[in-house]
């Protein structure tokens, strides 16, 4: 660690206004969210949450130990869970979550970038309530305006001629089902991916992940590996035009030089927030298009106003994809997910039928278009912008700080925090990405954690998070690491 700045602080010099703001001046990590801590045991302040006008109702259920056993007769083994004591989480509002025992805990990981609006956000949950209230399901093969005043929300929303909407239950099923139209409609196999991409876990959506920690030992076919133009960990760098020369070749050697179609992330969030390097997607997205291959562009995590500047993440490299797929924050925790594509594309699910079940069901149509409303109506996306500027701005002063920080990357709201031991090797920091990170939650905040090695910090909050909750979150964590 590089040399630190803390100064012990008494309870005697935070009594007066004038003591504080020298102090502060002192200490350029710790904010006005300073004004409110107070000191522990060795002298250096404990940051203090902001203030949030809501109480939950108590909690009479079960405890988490109880819950714990039960998961652990009757869910499956595979499930896992953070912390070594996991959180029994029962209430929710805005950008706060509150345990079995009232305490409040700021979320700066929102369900896996899932929560867009806010924790029960009135608007939605209200959508929600009403249309269950009348008609919770009926299928598609009758009508309903929940589906199609939804629908025409999201292609308003999209370039080109991209406003055919399939809706879905998932991401993962929306990148199946993408997968799927674009095989058929060139009448190739061959789709190219990236390295250390995740875009689910079902057969064909596990075989464009790259990554052997989600991927089990089945028959993938057809798939081809790119080069990932990760900015810190990659070959090349930030230069995007040498990482696309890879795709050129994977099709000359790898393929019969025709394929179905390439799929990528334009921020990848479970490798751990990369950013694709500047340049990457125009080249490759021209040199798919020359193979006959249609180009996808997986927006389950980075779309919907998350990165701030754009509505969708593909925009930020100025590309226009012929599929794109989404969820998560679309439904802002509702199970929905849609594939978007033009007329053309999607003619080819007529050659059979095609039919999900839930997919477009009312109750999450309702919800997904109070979620376009609200993100218009509070500007949520210019918020992601202003405040995951200043956030980002904040953490970059950390790793200044910090030998332990690698690299601050990520746009908006969707933001990674890699921690290394050894700069040069960039050799991973689990163990004290872990500590870090259970530290932090001892103090009120929970983020999450990503990248192939486990190492990296993914802050992905709903989008209503504040400028006061991102020096909380910074102060914790700069707080967690001078206690190291």
Known sequence: MKMQRFIPVSSVLLETKYSLR???????????????????????????????????????????????????????????????NPLNLVDGKMQYLYDDKGRRYLDAFGGIATVSCGH???????????????????????????????????????????????????????????????????GCHDIISLRNAYHGNAAGTMGVTGQSNWKFNVIQSGVHHALNPDPYRGVFGSEGEKYANDVQELIQFGTSGNIAGFISEAIQGVAGIIELAPGYLPV????????????????????????????????????VPDIVTMAKGIGNGIPLGAVVTTPEIAEVLTRRSYFNTFGGGPVCTAAG?????????????????????????????????YDLIGDVRGRGLMLGV?????????????????????????????????GFYGNLFRITPPLCFNKEDADFLVDAMDYSMSKM
Not at 284 to 309: H, M, P, W
Request: hydrophobic share 40%; glycine share 6%; charged share 20%.
């Open 120 to 186: 029960c956000h009135p608007e939605v949950v209200d959508a929600i309530v009403n249309q269950t209230k009348r008609l919770q399901h009926s299928t598609v093969l009758y009508l309903n305006h929940t589906i199609t005043d939804f629908a025409e929300a999201i292609a308003n929303k999209l370039p080109g001629n991209l406003k055919v909407v399939f809706f879905t239950n998932s991401g993962t099923e929306a990148n199946e089902l993408a997968m799927m139209m674009a095989r058929l409609y060139t």
């Open 22 to 84: 020298w102090w502060q001046r002192q200490n350029r990590c710790f904010s006005q969210v300073a004004r409110n801590e107070v000191a522990d045991n060795g002298g250096v302040v404990v940051p203090k949450m902001p203030p949030f006008d809501y109480s939950p109702p108590p909690y009479t259920g079960p405890s988490a130990f109880e819950i714990l056993s039960k998961r652990k007769e009757y869910l499956s083994p595979s499930m896992f869970y953070f912390y070594n």
């Open 369 to 401: 278009l109070a979620v376009m409303n609200v993100i218009e109506k509070e500007k949520l996306q210019e918020n992601a912008f202003v405040v995951g500027s200043y956030l980002k701005e904040r953490l970059t002063a950390l790793k200044d700080k």
């Open 418 to 450: 890699e921690f290394v031991t050894d700069h040069k090797l960039k050799t991973p920091a689990k163990l004290e990405t872990l500590h870090i990170m259970d530290q932090m939650k001892d103090i009120g905040v929970l983020v999450g954690k990503g």
């Open 284 to 319: 490759v997205y021209n040199t798919i298009k020359k193979a006959g291959g249609l180009c996808i562009a997986d927006e389950v995590q980075v779309g919907f106003a998350r990165t701030g500047s754009h509505f969708w993440g593909f925009e930020n490299q100025g590309v």
